[in-house]
């Protein structure tokens, strides 16, 4: 050791620096080994995904139109009457009555829950939806007040109803994007999903 341990001590830092510590995780065998298992795992839920998530998507939106839907066709029980008899009215310039835009509404939904399950009929059931999308929409800009009437301007419970269906219009797009036979795939670089 030197008369000056500061110098010294500058050595062993600039010596550090220049040669900095190598990860110990890649010497590790067994961590190796693990990382590897890791990545196949995940390439096998890639590829699952990839074959079933749009699958998946249609039909859980379908279960939500179905289910929105079959509620409408009975009187009272839809928390969403008022509203959807509100904006058809308005919509309409008032000559739909309240219960025909309903049922109407409600056949709609049906029936486009009917096709989105059951995989049918696709390209009608997208037209149809963007229609929906369209309905479904219009009170942000028809019924402000009502949805934004809590306090400082926050959502209502019928505001939250409606803003949440925005996931629908995401969703709508995913599935407009399949139509013409758009799919998902690897990302570039990758290995492409092998066949299941």
């Not at 079959?70 to 009187?75: A, D, G, I, R, W």
């Not at 009555?97 to 997208?126: F, N, Y």
């Amino acid at each position: 050791m030197s008369a000056f341990p500061i110098p010294d001590l500058f050595i062993r830092y600039a010596t550090a620096v220049a040669a900095p510590v190598r990860s110990r995780i890649e010497a590790t065998p067994g961590l190796v080994g693990v990382d590897a298992r890791l990545r196949a795992a995940e390439a096998v839920c890639q590829r699952w995904l990839i074959a079933h998530s749009i699958a998946i998507l249609r039909i859980s939106i379908g279960a939500v139109l179905l289910g929105f839907g079959v509620l409408k066709f009975f009187p009272g029980v839809s928390p969403a009457q008022a509203l959807v008899e509100q904006t058809m009215g308005i919509l309409t310039f008032g000559l739909v009555p309240g219960g025909v835009a309903l049922v109407a509404v409600a056949l709609l939904e049906t029936v486009l829950g009917i096709w989105l399950i059951s995989g049918r009929a696709m390209r009608g059931a997208v037209y149809l939806l963007a229609i929906q999308l369209v309905g479904i929409m219009s009170p942000i800009v028809l019924l402000p007040g009502q949805l934004f009437g809590g306090p400082h301007h926050a959502p209502t419970l019928v505001g939250q109803y409606v803003l949440k269906d925005v996931i629908i219009v995401g969703a709508a797009l995913v599935l407009a994007a399949t139509l013409g036979g758009g799919r998902l795939g690897a990302a570039a670089g990758e290995a492409a999903p092998a066949s299941m």
